[in-house]
């Protein structure tokens, strides 16, 4: 089973508007998780201000890095209906499968090949999933 750790992006990366900011991100996540082999890592991104879709672009583009070094999932979890859209507009445009995480809900995107230009009114449910609001305590 995979472990899943969560880091808060903004103590990641204070500023979240540019790819420079993204791949600072992704460095510090090899950084903190030394051996990501088997491990799920949750970019938590609740609480963050202005966050650009260069910045969330890049995080997905740079994703596949961390696959390819043995990652088993990077995911998301956000608290925003309008960040929550914007980053699974850029996965559909990049065509990218994700995992997001938002209130007590775990929702698996994949995107339409046939439309990959399309921004998704919503995306399809996956399992749900008892996430806790707070990762860190519990609750």
């Keep these: 089973m995979d472990q899943r750790i969560w880091l808060k992006v903004e103590e990641l990366a204070p500023k979240t508007l540019t790819r420079d900011r993204a791949r600072e991100v992704i460095q510090k996540v090899r950084e903190k998780v030394s051996d990501l082999r088997g491990k799920t890592i949750v970019l938590d991104l609740r609480g963050s201000e202005s966050v650009s879709g260069s910045f ?7 994703r596949n890095d ?3 070094e043995g990652l088993s999932d990077l995911q998301f979890a956000s608290d925003s209906a309008e960040l929550s859209s914007r980053l699974l507009a850029n996965a559909q445009i990049r065509q990218v499968s994700l995992t997001l995480l938002d ?7 994949v ?3 046939k439309t990959p230009r399309s921004i998704p009114q919503s995306f399809p449910v996956g399992d749900v999933a008892n ?3 707070n990762p860190f305590t519990g609750d």
């Design 56 to 62: 969330l672009d890049e995080l997905l583009l740079r």
């Design 66 to 68: 961390l696959l390819s």
């Design 103 to 109: 209130h007590d809900t775990e929702r698996t995107f």
């Design 111 to 113: 995107p339409d090949p």
């Design 131 to 133: 996430v806790p609001r």
